[in-house]
């Protein structure tokens, strides 16, 4: 970033940091040196997100990161906060069904498929001989071999991974939500006093919700959470040991007294969950001021509770019960069900109060018309239920391999596995289409770079190709003699290069050309591609939900997996269940298996674990606002970082800065600029490149980067200016038109800057797409124009 392999932390620790070059390091203080150049500063955070070896397990947190992201999804509206407070509060119920989809999938692999079904089935208890002190045949109905006492011993698996969640949760919170950012009097430059105010009221900044003092703060509401969220997990895990139980003192002839300890239990889980959805229900996030305030007594007690319940429900369940014998499945087994139908209505209210706030403000480019955030929502909840129906699958294959034929997972699990066929087939119809789309855009982008390299008519010997530099900012025809470091020199060539005299054409040479345009025009159509993503999205959420009805339909009328079901159907409609349900059994364990060899890799090879590291950087810019044990938001400790940097430097030196971000840099430098205090605002010029800011952030997240918000920090920063190429997959313009002049949007970059052979590029020019912008000399161009307009001069220290 520094272009010089000699660098010193200026301040920062291991995780993130702020670089300078060694002779920049006490630029301030020796302002003659440095007169009429800029002094670079890299501020380095790619630790927070591709860190150590355990960055690899936050795979398993896919889903709650994913239904965290859909909290943020809701369109732009202004005057409607009870229908947004209503919006977060669907998107945090969905989360918490997540918490529980995912510990009940745990008690259903170790209560269930091992203690309840294996160790209850002799030829399973002897093949898998560390099972045989709980099984009744095998150790002569030993004291641990009674269900109740196999279902407590059992319950340790999904307690401890309550816990992990719980350990993780609160370990992330210290580390990122706890991070405070500053106030905003200690931002403000000692001179501002003497600045003339903005009144709150035309402030712009008071209507972006990224500009509020409390935004990146998060740390009460997430505390909130994972006390509910942990108390939901050992609720969930109490009643799975706890109920099985009871229903067993209910029959006939069974103890009075342990029957009333049933019924006693059974009332306190309805009144702990009852707390858990009002602590959930209660209380949002709270933006408009840094709200230090924790509820101590509410985060400590409820787990505290629910753990003792836990207990309660383990002793209850592990008394003795002579007569009582494991057979089929363990009992209450449509929990998956209710689940299932509590998300779907939850995604279609969400849908509902998501197209409502979007008519209130209809803007044509928000993604999926308002309706991304419900989307996806209803795919967080089908992530979660393929990983919980493939570790079920899968240790159900593993356990029985046996003489003895276990009943296996619940059938609704079977009947969500038996979908995942027809879904890929819609996924595959899908990628047909984008397939086409690419052609067809191809063959139109092949037209269009023919005419911007000149290569449909022929060039005469002397002919150079048409300089593409931007409309603004013309170069100069003398170039300084002093450049900085990035700045083309004055040998170089200006986007599009400077070539020497172009052969004869002859056949060889057009079959190159051929070939060199349409690797361009293909480039540039798989870039375009990232625009249809919001229906990629819109129509396999949609099947989701459609083919997940259908299958909690299937569950609940039949009571039996899909094969049984039509066995008495015709034969094509009996053909079809068989191979879907098998095609579907082997797919969800293939998926589940692949899932675990990706994050191996990634746990032991860092490269990959930088690919992982891609996902993070959108999934987890966003504070934890629906559900806490989602991969910590590395924002949180990020824009305190740049805005504090930022404040004290200029509160102590005066000066004017260019604040330059790529890819998802540019993201955390709008973030930064909106918590600063207008005065320094007003002495930042932006510079982005390559940057998703409107192209993916304002079209699937309005409300926080849509027209308006992105408006208002043109107009109070001192400049800015965006860089985009054509071949970017994920950069673009930020399409901010009419009053905010001058223009944002420069002309895109060429890309490759020569077409073939030049004096500049003796070598073919690569197709850079997303990376190396500043490879191009008209990056250093505009660099130099934003410079200019700041002033060249390195400010000195201020007296204190």
């Not at 009643?239 to 003192?249: M, Q």
């Amino acid at each position: 970033m520094l272009d010089d392999p000699r660098t010193v932390r200026i301040t920062g620790d291991d995780t993130a940091a702020v670089f300078r070059r060694i002779d920049d390091a006490d630029a301030e203080k020796r302002p003659a040196d440095h007169r009429g150049r800029p002094v670079p500063e890299a501020y380095v955070w790619c630790n927070l997100t591709s860190g150590n070896g355990s960055r690899a397990l936050w795979l398993l947190l896919l889903p709650f990161m994913v239904v965290n992201l859909a909290h943020w999804m809701r369109p732009a509206t202004r005057a409607r906060r009870r229908t947004v407070r209503l919006y977060g509060l669907l998107v945090r119920l969905t989360g918490l069904t997540l918490t529980v989809l995912l510990v009940a999938a745990a008690c259903e692999v170790a209560l269930d498929l091992t203690a309840w079904q294996c160790a209850g089935a002799r030829a399973c208890a002897e093949a898998h001989t560390w099972l045989g002190f709980l099984s009744p045949a095998v150790s002569d109905d030993g004291w641990w071999s009674e269900p109740g006492r196999r279902l407590s011993l059992a319950a340790l698996v999904p307690s401890a991974l309550t816990g992990l969640l719980w350990y993780l949760s609160h370990r992330t919170w210290s580390e990122y939500e706890s991070q405070r950012p500053m106030d905003r009097d200690e931002a403000r430059p000692d001179d501002e006093d003497q600045a003339p105010r903005i009144a709150p009221d035309v402030e712009d900044t008071a209507r972006v919700a990224l500009g509020r003092p409390g935004f990146w703060y998060g740390r009460r509401l997430v505390a909130r959470l994972r006390a509910a969220h942990a108390a939901a997990g050992f609720l969930t895990v109490a009643a799975a040991v706890g109920t099985s139980a009871a229903r067993h003192d209910r029959r006939a002839g069974g103890p009075a007294v342990l029957e009333l300890l049933g019924w006693l239990l059974n009332a306190a889980f309805v009144v702990l969950a009852v707390v858990v959805v009002w602590v959930v229900c209660r209380r949002g996030r709270s933006e408009r001021r840094l709200d230090k305030h924790l509820d101590e007594h509410l985060v400590r007690r409820l787990p505290a509770s629910s753990i003792a319940l836990l207990v309660l429900a383990v002793v209850y369940a592990g008394w003795s019960r002579p007569g009582w014998r494991s057979a089929g499945r363990l009992p209450g087994d449509m929990t998956f069900g209710g689940i299932t139908l509590v998300q779907s209505l939850l995604v279609i209210a969400l849908g509902v109060v998501a197209h409502t706030l979007y008519r209130s403000r209809p803007d044509p480019r928000t993604a999926m018309y308002g309706l991304a955030g419900p989307a996806v929502a209803m795919l967080a909840c089908a992530l979660g239920g393929v990983m919980s129906a493939g570790v079920a699958q899968r240790v159900a294959d593993w356990l029985g391999g046996t003489d003895d034929a276990l009943p296996g997972p619940p059938v609704l699990l079977t009947w969500q596995a038996s979908v995942i066929p027809p879904l890929l087939l819609v996924v595959l119809g899908l990628l047909g289409w984008l397939a086409r789309r690419t052609w067809v855009l191809r063959r139109t982008e092949t037209a269009a770079v023919e005419r911007e390299y000149d290569l449909a008519e022929e060039r005469p010997r002397d002919k150079q190709p048409r300089d593409k530099q931007p409309k603004e900012n013309p170069p100069k025809e003398n170039p300084p003699k002093e450049n900085p470091p990035d700045e083309a020199r004055p040998d170089e060539a200006r986007p599009g290069g400077e070539p020497s005299h172009w052969a004869p054409p002859n056949e060889e040479h057009e079959s190159q050309d051929s070939g060199r345009t349409r690797r361009i025009a293909r480039t540039r159509a798989m870039a375009a591609l990232t625009d249809r993503a919001p229906r990629i999205v819109g129509i396999t959420s949609t099947v989701t939900l459609l083919l997940g009805a259908g299958a909690l339909t299937g569950a609940l009328a039949t009571c039996e997996t899909p094969a049984r079901a039509a066995h008495d159907s015709p034969d094509f409609v009996a053909g079809a269940a068989q191979t879907a349900q098998t095609l579907g059994s082997w797919l969800i364990g293939v998926g589940f298996l692949l899932f675990v060899t990706w994050g191996r890799r990634a746990y032991k090879d860092a490269s990959a674990r930088r690919t992982i590291g891609i996902l993070w950087d959108v999934g987890t810019f966003w504070p934890r606002a629906a559900h806490p044990f989602a991969p910590p938001c590395y924002a949180e400790r990020a824009v305190p970082d740049l805005t504090w940097r930022m404040a004290t430097w200029t509160r102590t030196t005066g000066g004017r800065l260019v604040l330059s971000g790529h890819s998802q840099g540019s993201v955390l430098a709008a973030a930064a600029a909106w918590q600063l205090t207008p005065s320094v605002r007003k002495r930042v010029a932006l510079l982005t490149y390559g940057s998703p800011l409107e192209r993916l952030y304002g079209r699937w997240f309005p409300a926080h980067f849509g027209p308006e918000p992105l408006a208002s920090l043109h107009r109070e920063v001192d400049c800015w200016r965006n860089l985009y190429r054509l071949t970017d997959p994920i950069g673009g313009p930020v399409h901010l038109t009419g009053g905010c002049a001058p223009q944002v949007d420069a002309e895109p970059f060429q890309d490759p800057l020569a077409y073939g052979r030049t004096g500049a590029h003796p070598l073919p020019a690569p197709i850079l797409g997303h990376s190396d912008y500043q490879a191009d000399p008209a990056f250093a161009h505009e660099r130099q124009h934003l410079l200019a307009r700041i002033g060249p001069e390195l400010p000195k220290p201020r007296q204190s």
